[in-house]
């Protein structure tokens, strides 16, 4: 099983940048992603969730800015944050989780928001 995360950057604040999630060897549509994030010092903390029948969950701090869909067909998971804040800064990370509590993450993908 592999998750591979990609689309981070360096954005200035008011900026947008879209991340994508995209796995192998499993099957995709048993899982609900997560996207998670850790910025230096800090714990890391969960942004944004899909569940298996695309409901979807934010974190308050980015409620109205980030959005998290996804396309089975391409297995793949999508992070759209617009109107990026400094605090954004952090490394981005997803994570599948089964219904049977298999758990898997990807490696992080680094977000700076410059102000």
């Known amino acids: 099983v592999q998750l591979q995360a990609f689309g981070g950057g360096l954005v200035q604040a008011g900026g947008s940048l879209r991340l994508s999630c995209v796995a192998s060897?499993?099957?995709?549509?048993?899982?609900?992603i997560g996207w998670f994030r850790q910025a230096p010092g800090k714990q890391r903390e969960l942004v944004a969730v899909i569940t298996r029948g695309s409901a979807t969950g934010y974190a308050d701090s980015v409620k109205g800015r980030f959005t998290i869909s996804r396309d089975n067909a391409k297995n793949t998971v999508y992070l759209q944050m617009n109107s990026l804040k400094p605090e954004d800064t952090a490394v981005y990370y997803c994570?599948?989780?089964?219904?049977?509590?298999?758990?898997?993450w990807g490696q992080g993908t680094l977000v700076t928001v410059s102000s």
């Open positions: 060897g499993l099957s995709f549509d048993e899982y609900a």
């Open positions: 994570n599948a989780v089964s219904g049977s509590s298999r758990d898997y």
